[in-house]
């Protein structure tokens, strides 16, 4: 039987690689003001960041509608077959409607068609890689319960870990308060931030300046990988030297077996703004 990943655009997976998987990718859409674009449809990450530097007009986020999500199962379920299974992992239910949206549309269908819908509790490419993995072992052969069991493990385990050159545009979204963020801002303190688990931005740490937290985030994650093999990926908004950079310490450090360097795309960077970097690993097993 055929299986099919599906996900939003906010798992900010890069296009040849969705493509390669066979991903399918719902797109949110990101308004300045008046206008509207698509995610990775008429606005691509480098054009997000450019535009949000010249924009005096802070931009929001909108989830699919359930129609857009009932029309790429069916899209899926006409090319595949009357078998194809189709596994959605999609945003954090806790930051967007997005999930809320593809759970209405499954229940627009047929109930013949085999849909599970799963809240990932994660954001960009945290749950981009897990739909990454889910992919490759859909291609390998293994059959849903199989995935299944992977998805729950790299759920539960994944780590996260990101920083942010400024908690003004969290704070204008709605993700974190007023007072964290102009603490922030005075202090030069750097939260470091993770994905609690019912899928909110919270604080793990609080450290003064960039290098004594990303030393911080290194020493929580030698005390997860504890030596064992491990897949990461590095996610940056608009620094992709200082994420290289970080990449290459991550290999030194850890024994990885496989890495990705990821751009953070419009929807996640509407609300995290531009300097953001991040950690995202789980243990190879």
Not at 10 to 15: G, Q
Not at 30 to 45: H, L
Not at 86 to 103: E, N, R, V
């Amino acid at each position: 039987m055929p299986i099919v990943i599906l996900t939003d655009s906010a798992s900010d997976i890069d296009a040849s690689e969705r493509q390669s998987l066979g991903i399918v990718a719902v797109p949110l859409k990101i308004m300045f003001g008046a206008e509207t674009y698509v995610d990775a449809v008429t606005i691509s990450s480098s054009e997000f960041f450019d535009k949000l530097k010249e924009s005096s007009v802070m931009p929001t986020t909108s989830q699919p509608s359930p129609l857009e999500f009932a029309e790429a199962y069916k899209a899926i379920y006409e090319k595949y077959g009357k078998d194809v299974q189709i596994i959605a992992i999609l945003l954090s239910g806790s930051l967007s409607g997005t999930y809320q949206s593809a759970m209405i549309a499954k229940s627009m269908l047929d109930e013949n068609i085999d849909i599970t819908v799963i809240d990932s509790r994660k954001a960009s490419f945290v749950h981009g890689m897990i739909c990454v993995e889910a992919a490759k072992a859909a291609q390998a052969g293994k059959n849903k319960e199989q995935i299944l069991d992977q998805i729950d493990r790299y759920l539960d385990e994944v780590q996260v870990y990101f920083i942010v050159d400024t908690l003004e545009f969290l704070q204008k979204g709605g993700r974190i308060g007023k007072a964290s963020a102009v603490i922030g801002s005075l202090l030069n303190i750097k939260p470091i931030l993770t994905l609690d688990a019912a899928g909110y931005v919270s604080a793990f740490d609080k450290v003064r300046g960039t290098k004594k937290a990303l030393n911080r985030v290194f020493e929580a994650l030698q005390e997860y990988a504890q030596g064992e093999p491990v897949k990461v990926a590095m996610l940056h908004s608009s620094v992709p030297d200082q994420a290289a950079e970080l990449l290459e310490r991550l290999k030194q450090e850890f024994t990885v077996t496989d890495s990705w360097l990821e751009q953070i795309g419009p929807v996640i960077g509407t609300h995290t703004g531009p300097g953001l970097l991040g950690i995202v690993m789980v243990k190879d097993k």
